[in-house]
């Protein structure tokens, strides 16, 4: 851990603080890119990593945000159906585009864009979790009831 956050992830920890959260921001040596990675790095349950998937409406073009908890797979066709379009898998530059960070750092908040966000409800059984924050070193802890709060997001079944 470092005192000076790198600048994507002193955007997340900014977008916390100018949400009113007191969520502080950790930067590992260990790579959190992947949720196995993070549950390792941080030392909980693969479940706890709460991941930010992007998606994108084929007709639409829009950015669709997912959160998922590390072990499961979004359906996306159950997701399809629930937003009216098709989806497609985008490309690293549209996610950067549309959220400002890289995929592997993608957190749930501090987004170029306002994302559609849904929230898997598996990650709600845990006191606490885990999420991205900005950069593929870099996490917070947080409780399912703040991933709610500061992300407006809507809580779904993603199976």
């Known amino acids: 851990m470092t005192n000076a956050l790198k600048l994507s992830a ?32 941080v030392g909980c349950e693969v479940a706890q990593i709460a991941k ?10 829009h950015a669709i945000l997912v959160i998922a908890s590390g072990v499961n797979r979004v359906n996306e066709k159950r997701l399809a159906e629930l937003l009216g379009e098709k989806l497609q898998k985008p490309d690293a530059d549209f996610v950067r585009e549309q959220t400002g960070f890289v995929i592997g750092g993608v957190p749930p908040i501090g987004h170029s864009h306002m994302l559609t966000t849904y929230i898997d409800e598996d990650l709600l059984q845990y006191a606490e979790i885990w999420a991205a924050a900005g950069h593929p070193h870099a996490v917070f802890k947080l409780t399912p009831a703040e991933l709610v709060r500061m992300t407006s997001g809507t809580v779904i079944s993603i199976h």
């Open 10 to 41: 002193q955007k997340v920890q900014d977008a916390l603080i100018a949400g009113g959260f007191s969520n502080q921001i950790i930067e590992l040596a260990d790579s959190t890119r992947t949720s196995v990675e993070a549950a390792i790095a």
């Open 52 to 61: 930010s998937l992007i998606f994108q409406g084929r007709e639409s073009r």
